[in-house]
C-alpha cells in the first residue's frame, strides 16, 4: 500500500513558477513508475509527465514539454514537478500517480495503482 501526498499548488501569474512535490508513504516506492497528471472543470484528467523507477527516463505531454520537469528523490521517497512559464490552460487540479504497470511509460489513468489527492494550480492572465 502506498499513500500519496500532493503539495505546493497555489495562484500564480502567467510567466511564473511553481514547483509540486508529492510525498509518498512506504518502503517501496522506487517499485514504481510516478506520473503526474491534471484535470481542469469539465475536462478529464489528462497525463503531463512521468519518470522511470530510477529517475533515468522522463516524458512529457507535448503542452508541457520544454517548460515543465519531473524529477525524483528515491531516498525521500518523493517526486516533484517544476513548472515554468506557465499558462492560464494550465490551471487544473494536479495528481501525482503511482503504477506498477510494465511496458512503456503508463499515461493513462487507469494504469495507475495509486492517486494522490490533488493540488490546485491557478494561473492568472
Known amino acids: 500500500q502506498v499513500q500519496l501526498v500532493e503539495s505546493g499548488g497555489g495562484l500564480v501569474q502567467a510567466g511564473g513558477s511553481l514547483r509540486l512535490s508529492c510525498a509518498a508513504s512506504?518502503?517501496?516506492?522506487?517499485?514504481?513508475?510516478m506520473g503526474w497528471f491534471r484535470q481542469a472543470p469539465g475536462k478529464e484528467r489528462e497525463f503531463v509527465a512521468g519518470?522511470?523507477?530510477?529517475?533515468?527516463?522522463?516524458y512529457y505531454a507535448g503542452s508541457v514539454k520544454g517548460r515543465f520537469t519531473i524529477s525524483r528523490d528515491n531516498a525521500k521517497n518523493t517526486v516533484y514537478l517544476q513548472m515554468n512559464s506557465l499558462k492560464p490552460e494550465d490551471t487544473a487540479v494536479y495528481y501525482c500517480?503511482?503504477?506498477?504497470?510494465?511496458?512503456?511509460?503508463?499515461?493513462?489513468?487507469?494504469?495507475?495503482?495509486?492517486w494522490g489527492q490533488g493540488t490546485q494550480v491557478t494561473v492568472s492572465s
Open positions: 500517480g503511482g503504477s506498477q504497470a510494465m511496458g512503456v511509460m503508463p499515461s493513462i489513468s487507469y494504469e495507475y495503482d495509486y
Open positions: 512506504g518502503r517501496t516506492f522506487s517499485s514504481y513508475r
Open positions: 519518470i522511470s523507477w530510477s529517475g533515468g527516463s522522463t
